[in-house]
Structure formats: C-alpha cells, structure tokens
C-alpha cells in the first residue's frame, strides 16, 4: 500500500524567510502528486500538482514543488512567506486512477506552518 | 476554477438524530465523488467513494448503514449518519473530480463540522 509521510508536524518561520516543507511517498509506479492547503474550519484548496512532465511545478500564490523521484520526494517551497500562508499543508498521492478521471487520494499527517510577523 | 459547495458547514444535534450533508459540484459534472472524515489535528481519512448512478464504495472499517451515501446525479451526493452518537462528531469534507476529464485533481468542499450531544 503507499503511503505518504510529512516529517515535520509543526514549521514556524519569519514573515519574508523562505519555506520547505517536506513531502516523501511510497508508490511502486509513477505516482500522481498533490498539494493541498487548508485554513482552519475549511477544506482543502488545491496549491498544485504533478502528473507528468516538468519536475518543478508552479502552482498558486507563489508556491512550487519538486518531484525527485530518486528520493521519493516532493517538496513544497516558497521564496518568501507571507502572514497569510499560516495554515496547515497536505500532501497527498493518487492512486487507483481509472484513466476515466476517477482515482483515491492518499493523505500526509500535515505539516502546520506558523508565520511570526 | 471548479467549486465544490457542502452544505451545512456546521450541524449541533441530540444523540440519535440523522444528520443529512450536501455536496454539490456547480460548474462541472462529477461521476465521482468522496467522502472523508478528519479528527482534530489529523490528517484526512476518506470514507468511501460515491459513483453517480451505483453503490458506493467504503473504506475498511466504515459502516455502510451508519454512514449513507447517495449518489443521485452527477451534481450531487449526500452522506446521511444515521443515529449519530457523540463517538460521530468530526469534520466531515467531500470532493469531486471531473470524472470525463482525465488528468484532474479533486476539488473539496469546506466541510461541514458535525457535533452531537
């Protein structure tokens, strides 16, 4: 079964520093890779995503991520944070894809970021 | 971008009572949709997974009859808790992907926090 670990439970950085957050997975075959956001009390919002291609992907408010697939990786980054990006982050990773668009998502823990102004 | 609208975001209700949550796609057709549940402070574990026009199909360890789902339209599904009970109360979040499109991520709800008394 794959599964997908987030090392860090709880990230704390400056407003302005630069973020890593750390994805590592499990999957026999090429896996399609997700990150997700989510605010307290919300859902999820989608940052970005991998599926083929290009191994940095660029997603949404200045975020981007890297696939090593020699690592098992997928580490999401951003040059500088901003007091709104505090939330907790997912990764996830997609399995069972049907080809029909249908597939089930694997979760990380979560790593929650915190941002001191 | 695609949206995905749960409703209610917040049920309080007596120990026994059935609890109804929408999860509506507006401006995509979803063949499938999920359904997760996530305790305080953890990740998401998903609950089952709904294709519209059959059966759905549930996680290990989660009760079919405790938790229903309906699939009615590629618009719509509903997970009814029958008879909740306290041990019930948790976040509960749906998604839905595009099911004719390939290659598409799913896109969540804000969830719907249920807590029984």
């Known amino acids: 079964a794959q599964s997908v670990t987030q090392p860090d439970i709880h990230i704390t950085v400056s407003e302005g520093a630069s973020l890593e957050l750390r994805c590592n997975y499990s999957y026999g075959a090429t896996p399609y890779l997700f990150w997700y956001v989510q605010s307290p009390g919300q859902g999820l919002q989608l940052l970005l995503k991998?599926?083929?291609?290009?191994?940095l992907v660029q997603g949404i408010k200045g975020f981007e991520a890297e696939f090593k697939r020699s690592q098992s990786s997928f580490n999401l980054r951003k040059p500088s944070v901003h007091w709104s990006d505090a939330a907790e982050y997912f990764c996830?990773?997609?399995?069972?894809?049907?080809?029909?668009?249908?597939?089930?998502?694997?979760f990380g823990k979560g790593t929650k970021l915190s941002v001191i102004p | 971008g695609a949206v995905v609208s749960q409703h209610p975001s917040r049920v309080i209700c007596k120990s026994g009572t059935s609890v109804k949550i929408e999860c509506r796609s507006l401006?995509?057709?979803?063949?499938?949709m999920f359904w997760y549940r996530q305790f305080p402070k953890q990740s998401l574990m998903l609950m089952a997974t709904?294709?519209?026009?059959?059966?759905?199909?549930?996680e290990q360890g989660v009760e079919k009859d405790k938790f229903l789902i309906n699939h009615a339209s590629l618009t719509l599904s509903t997970l009814t808790v029958t008879s909740a009970h306290p041990e019930d109360s948790s976040f509960y979040i749906c998604?839905?992907?595009?099911?004719?499109?390939?290659?598409?991520?799913?896109?969540f709800g804000d969830g719907t926090r249920l807590s029984i008394l």
């Open positions: 709904s294709n519209e026009g059959s059966k759905a199909t549930y």
């Open positions: 991998y599926f083929s291609g290009d191994t």
């Open positions: 401006d995509f057709q979803a063949t499938t």
């Open positions: 998604s839905a992907s595009h099911g004719a499109q390939s290659n598409q991520p799913q896109h």
């Open positions: 996830a990773v997609a399995e069972g894809y049907s080809g029909a668009g249908s597939y089930q998502l694997t």
